[in-house]
């Protein structure tokens, strides 16, 4: 959305409106989408200038170049530009407040709904930064939040940004070893927690994991308490949230955040591989806001219009604050756009189960985008939820969903929800066809997109003028030079292959926060294809100069037309209803029991598929695997990850598969378990232990008779 979008109408497809604008102020016209991704990738100087102009951006000095250094890693953006991503929201908060749009609309299981003004978000924000300037915070210093997706989540993050220090979330379903595994390598400065979450219908205290985080950060000296459950809540030493937002009105009002290099750190993501640690992955704040506007509104066709007072777009995409999206959730604050967040449990609780609950919360507040996890959708259908009964749900236009693979079936169930939603609106006005006001004759719009916490982007997305085909998303993103590669680096059509990027993207990460040398970053996209391997876009060998090419861990077909599918993860990592998780880190966990002596986990994640993980434990002799074991072991996953990472079954197993060198071999036996021959996922003269393949394989069949799909 630019500030001053042109056409007449507001409802016209965002992508449309860019065209238009390429065509007058660039003289450039393009016959197709694909022409114009082609231009996008190939001339990323003219095409992320085209973005920076087009959304207006600002800055108090000029940039020098658009891509000034084009390798990866190591990319150079605009140099010379300063920018802060709250001085991009801040620019909102008088003609959306004047047009009369709210900045946040969020509510809890208990029905509290709250809605924040966009004056009053600032002067929180405000507020809060002057606090933690008043405590020392300065450029760099680390804000760890554990928080859940309440609107006080998004006020610290901005306020921490605004000063230029770094951010950092997980969430309060994560277990205190999770989180530390996490927080203890950034070394915050502050923490800010809560007591407690409502989910499932329960309240659940985390007053005293808060008390171990911060006895186990040391670097922690300041404490920022959120009473989410208990508005009196406090800890010994801690500040209480109401106190931390007490603050001069003159100062406040007076506030500014600060100008930053283009690259400066915005925030701290995490990204679990198969080993070590989670991934502290660092990204800056003016390549996480050029690509957030041109993801959120081109492909997601998010906007809004200040000069139309009747239109307004409420923006939902449900959340985890361990996820990504929540991280997109908040990017809508950078067109101007209302968010509206919902904190509990979608499926309501273990005694009263209720898919509906999310969609009436829709209903409620007249949301215009609805995103949710690809589960969500399946659930719903699953769960027989009936959309025409659950409330006003005329003001959906767009549905969006990610994390895993969508299937056909549960696209086509969606959009049959809501065609009868739009013959019952028809009926009860007496007409015989109910002209949409946005798209008059198309059924709903199904937002596909496949992205990453790695980039906190996608690569793979929506595009409101191409056609829908169920089970596929419509187009590559504008600006991502994405292709599906053989494992030799040859581009494949109408194949699977690995998802790759051969040419930079803005918001890749600066580094990783820690890594001497840039060894685990390098080793977590570019060891499989390295600098110098295969081809620019269009055509023309790479070169050595050209950098690596970023290969995702994501199984890709592009068809002849440039939509796409996701088959799900080509590597071993965890991916629970779009939550990464590295095998390492529940092995810590379960491998911590006296009980077991070795284990391992595979997600079988694929093509839309329900998620299914088994875990495979070695224990010692004499020991049998019952029920108090299962109970242990699941106990023992939720107390140090979360209850999204408990596998589906568990079985007792004589030896886990290993190389010669030690390493299980947890992706031949994923693959092997989806369907392929071992004599093409194992080479059994590289294990140690070749002979323990048999109960695998045995069970791989009868796992497929049982599972024929």
């Given at each position: 959305?630019?500030?001053?979008?042109?056409?007449?109408?507001?409802?016209?497809?965002?992508?449309?409106?860019?065209?238009?604008?390429?065509?007058?102020?660039?003289?450039?016209?393009?016959?197709?989408?694909?022409?114009?991704?082609?231009?996008?990738?190939?001339?990323?100087?003219?095409?992320?200038?085209?973005?920076?102009?087009?959304?207006?951006?600002?800055?108090?000095?000029?940039?020098?170049?658009?891509?000034?250094?084009?390798?990866?890693?190591?990319?150079?953006?605009?140099?010379?530009?300063?920018?802060?991503?709250?001085?991009?929201?801040?620019?909102?908060?008088?003609?959306?407040?004047?047009?009369?749009?709210?900045?946040?609309?969020?509510?809890?299981?208990?029905?509290?709904?709250?809605?924040?003004?966009?004056?009053?978000?600032?002067?929180?924000?405000?507020?809060?930064?002057?606090?933690?300037?008043?405590?020392?915070?300065?450029?760099?210093?680390r804000v760890a939040a554990y928080l859940p997706n309440i609107p006080e989540a998004t006020i610290a993050f901005l306020a921490t940004a605004s000063l230029g220090a770094v951010w950092s979330l997980c969430a309060p379903d994560m277990g205190t070893h999770a989180v530390l595994d996490r927080f203890k390598q950034i070394e915050p400065k502050v923490l800010i927690a809560?007591?407690?979450?409502?989910?499932?219908?329960?309240?659940?205290?985390?007053?005293?994991?808060?008390?171990?985080?911060?006895?186990?950060?040391?670097?922690?000296?300041?404490?920022?308490?959120?009473?989410?459950?208990?508005?009196?809540a406090s800890l010994p030493g801690a500040t209480p949230w109401a106190q931390a937002l007490l603050g001069d009105d003159a100062a406040t009002a007076a506030f500014e955040p600060e100008w930053l290099p283009f690259d400066h750190p915005l925030w701290i993501v995490y990204s679990s591989g198969t080993t070590g640690l989670p991934k502290p992955i660092v990204h800056g704040h003016g390549g996480t806001v050029v690509v957030a506007l041109a993801l959120k509104t081109l492909h997601n066709d998010i906007g809004c219009s200040y000069e139309a007072n009747s239109w307004g777009e409420r923006y939902h995409w449900y959340s985890s604050t361990g996820w990504v999206m929540w991280n997109a959730q908040v990017s809508g604050l950078l067109s101007g756009t209302t968010c509206v967040t919902y904190d509990g449990n979608p499926g309501g609780s273990r005694d009263k189960p209720d898919w509906a609950t999310l969609w009436r919360f829709a209903a409620e507040t007249g949301v215009t985008f609805f995103g949710a996890g690809a589960a969500f959708f399946a659930n719903c259908m699953k769960a027989g939820v009936d959309l025409p009964s659950v409330g006003d749900l005329s003001a959906v236009r767009a549905l969006g969903t990610t994390g895993s693979p969508l299937s056909e079936d549960v696209q086509r169930w969606g959009t049959a929800q809501f065609r009868q939603l739009r013959q019952a609106r028809a009926a009860a006005a007496g007409q015989p066809e109910l002209r949409?006001?946005?798209?008059?004759?198309?059924?709903?719009?199904?937002?596909?997109?496949?992205?990453?916490?790695?980039?906190?982007?996608?690569?793979?997305?929506?595009?409101?003028?191409?056609?829908?085909?169920?089970?596929?998303?419509?187009?590559?993103?504008?600006?991502?030079?994405?292709?599906?590669?053989?494992?030799?680096?040859?581009?494949?059509?109408?194949?699977?292959?690995?998802?790759?990027?051969?040419?930079?993207?803005?918001?890749?990460?600066?580094?990783f926060w820690g890594d001497e040398g840039g060894r685990r970053y390098l080793s977590s996209y570019f060891d499989m294809y390295p600098a110098g391997h295969g081809r620019r876009p269009g055509g023309g060998d790479a070169g050595p100069e050209a950098g690596g090419v970023w290969r995702h861990g994501d199984w890709l077909?592009?068809?002849?037309?440039?939509?796409?599918?996701?088959?799900?993860?080509?590597?071993?990592?965890?991916?629970?209803?779009?939550?990464?998780?590295?095998?390492?880190?529940?092995?810590?966990?379960?491998?911590?029991?006296?009980?077991?002596?070795?284990?391992?986990?595979?997600?079988?994640?694929?093509?839309?598929?329900?998620?299914?993980?088994?875990?495979?434990?070695?224990?010692?002799?004499?020991?049998?695997?019952?029920?108090?074991?299962?109970?242990?072991l699941n106990e023992a996953v939720k107390v140090a990850l979360s209850p999204r990472f408990v596998p589906d079954e568990i079985f007792q197993v004589a030896e886990i598969p290993r190389t010669l060198t030690g390493k299980k071999q947890e992706l031949p036996i994923k693959k092997l378990l989806l369907g392929q021959p071992i004599e093409k996922v194992i080479n059994k003269d590289a294990m140690a232990n070749a002979a323990c393949l048999d109960w695998y394989v045995d069970f791989a069949a009868r796992r497929a008779a049982a599972h024929p799909a």
């Open positions: 959305m630019t500030m001053s979008p042109p056409g007449p109408a507001p409802f016209r497809p965002q992508m449309t409106l860019y065209r238009e604008w390429l065509q007058r102020e660039r003289g450039l016209a393009f016959d197709s989408y694909d022409a114009l991704w082609r231009w996008s990738v190939t001339d990323l100087d003219a095409f992320w200038q085209s973005i920076w102009d087009y959304f207006e951006l600002q800055s108090p000095t000029p940039h020098t170049a658009v891509l000034a250094r084009n390798t990866m890693p190591g990319a150079q953006w605009f140099p010379g530009a300063q920018v802060n991503y709250v001085q991009q929201v801040f620019r909102h908060v008088q003609p959306a407040h004047q047009a009369g749009f709210a900045a946040w609309i969020s509510c809890n299981e208990k029905g509290q709904q709250r809605e924040l003004s966009w004056p009053e978000l600032r002067r929180q924000v405000a507020a809060l930064a002057l606090h933690l300037r008043a405590q020392g915070v300065q450029r760099g210093d809560c007591d407690g979450v409502s989910y499932g219908g329960r309240d659940h205290d985390r007053l005293p994991v808060v008390a171990e985080l911060r006895q186990a950060l040391p670097s922690v000296q300041h404490l920022v308490l959120h009473g989410n459950l208990d508005p009196a949409e006001a946005y798209a008059p004759e198309a059924d709903i719009w199904w937002c596909n997109i496949s992205g990453g916490t790695d980039f906190a982007g996608a690569f793979i997305g929506g595009n409101r003028e191409l056609p829908q085909v169920p089970g596929q998303m419509q187009c590559r993103m504008l600006g991502s030079a994405v292709e599906a590669w053989s494992e030799q680096g040859q581009p494949v059509q109408g194949e699977v292959g690995e998802l790759i990027c051969s040419q930079p993207i803005p918001s890749m990460p600066l580094f077909r592009i068809g002849a037309d440039g939509a796409c599918v996701i088959y799900g993860r080509s590597d071993a990592t965890i991916n629970r209803h779009g939550l990464r998780m590295g095998t390492s880190e529940l092995y810590s966990a379960v491998e911590a029991l006296p009980e077991v002596l070795d284990s391992m986990v595979v997600d079988l994640e694929y093509l839309g598929r329900d998620s299914y993980m088994p875990l495979f434990v070695v224990l010692r002799e004499g020991l049998s695997l019952d029920e108090a074991m299962r109970h242990r």
